[in-house]
Structure formats: structure tokens, C-alpha cells
């Protein structure tokens, strides 16, 4: 039983700007059911996520990166960045990797009204086909996400098990690998980001977590579209 005092600081710590979990409290998870935050299995996979790609340096340098240990990873791409750097996001495809939608402008859905938030994913639909979906910053209000179950079911909410805290400028890149590598367990789905303010702590963790695990007997594999739901 968790008392009520930890449960009155673990969301105040959640909901102050730069301060997160690594891992995702139970409580969190309850509140957005629908949505997929691991994958059930008993194999030692890892599920890697890059999100607000397709960056034209950056994710070149992820999937050389993860091609030298054949590793397969799913991007949540930035529709906006599509546009931008279609090149890149084609070689994302080519690779064997899968993509989820990440909305076209990386709008904040506690700031954005239900209409407009689903119709910006609807537009990043249109360049970017995939059946997954995750909102930026985590941030979907129940109304949006129920509106987005019911207007768009193929849609699948994936969430994540553990945030590698890449884009915190102050953090440590040795910091950021050990608690990604301490909070790794079979099935976890696993946060960084193809971006310029990530990239100093992902270059970092990313080839140190890939060579440590895969010595460790884990393959890495991408989020299959219909995956199973983890209510
Ligand atoms: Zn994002």
C-alpha cells in the first residue's frame, strides 16, 4: 500500500517543468488506460523510441548506431520534420524501423483545444503512415484521447516505460546511461530523442546501452502496429 503522502509528491514532481520519472509511476499509468506503456514478454527485448525526428544529421548517426548491432527501433516523427527532410525519413523506412505519428507541429495537448489537437495529428497523418501514435511531452488530455479512440481507432497511444531525460541540458551523459541501464526490464519501452537539444546525452547513452545489453543477450526490436494493449 503506498501512502498518500508519496502519492501527493510524485505528482507534484511530475507535473513541475524539468523535473520527471525515469520510470512511469502506477498511478500515471492508470490515469491514461488505452494506451501502451510496455510490451508483455518474457524475452530480454528492448523497445528504443526516438521522438521529434527526422533530424539530418541526427538520425543518420541512430541508425548507423543501431545497424552495427542490427537493432530495430521505432521513431515518432515530427510531421513538420517529415516535410523537411523527407531523404531522411525515407532512409528511416529503409532500415527496417517503424515510425509513429508525433503530430505535425509538436503541440502540447493541455495547452491545445480537443478540435485542433486532433486535426494536427490528422495532418501528420498525411505524411507519415503508421498506426502509432505519442503525443508530445506526454501531454494528452482524456478528452483528447478519448476523441482520438473513437474518431481514429487505428490509432494506437504508445507511451513509454522509461524516459532517458536526454533533452535536460544539465544532466550528466554518464548520468543518463546508467538510469536508463538501471530501469531496463524485458518489454520496456525506452524514450530519447533525435534532436539537437538531446543529442550531447543521447550520442552518449545510446551506443553504451545497444553494446551493453546485447552482451547482456537482448535484442532490440521495433513497436509491431496492433500491439497489444496494456490496460
Ligand atoms: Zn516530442
Not at 53 to 74: M, R, S
Request: net charge positive; charged share 25%; glycine share 6%.
Amino acid at each position: 500500500m503506498i501512502a498518500p503522502h508519496f502519492w501527493r509528491e510524485s505528482k507534484a514532481k511530475f507535473f513541475k517543468k524539468d523535473l520527471f520519472f525515469v520510470t512511469t509511476p502506477w498511478w500515471l499509468r492508470k490515469l491514461f488506460t488505452g494506451c501502451v506503456w510496455d510490451i508483455k514478454t518474457r524475452e530480454k527485448v528492448i523497445y528504443l523510441s526516438f521522438d521529434d525526428g527526422p533530424h539530418p544529421t541526427i538520425t543518420p548517426f541512430v541508425l548507423n548506431e543501431l545497424q552495427k548491432y542490427n537493432a530495430k527501433a521505432t521513431f515518432f516523427c515530427i510531421g513538420d520534420n517529415v516535410k523537411k527532410f523527407p531523404e531522411t525519413y525515407k532512409a528511416v523506412i529503409e532500415a527496417g524501423h517503424a515510425t509513429g505519428n508525433h503530430t505535425m507541429h509538436h503541440i502540447n495537448g493541455w495547452k491545445t483545444e480537443d478540435e485542433k489537437y486532433i486535426e494536427d495529428i490528422s495532418e501528420a497523418g498525411k505524411c507519415i503512415d503508421s498506426t502509432l501514435f505519442r503525443p508530445p511531452y506526454g501531454r494528452i488530455k482524456n478528452s483528447q484521447l478519448r476523441k482520438l479512440q473513437s474518431t481514429q481507432p487505428k490509432l494506437q497511444t504508445i507511451m513509454w516505460s522509461v524516459l532517458a531525460g536526454d533533452w535536460i541540458a544539465t544532466l550528466a551523459p554518464q548520468k543518463c546511461f546508467q538510469q536508463v541501464k538501471n530501469n531496463v526490464y524485458p518489454g520496456c519501452i525506452i524514450v530519447f530523442h533525435d534532436s539537437e537539444k538531446a543529442n550531447e546525452r543521447m550520442s552518449y547513452a545510446l551506443p553504451k546501452l545497444l553494446e551493453y545489453f546485447t552482451a547482456k543477450g537482448f535484442t532490440f526490436k521495433k513497436i509491431e502496429e496492433n500491439t497489444g494493449e496494456d490496460i
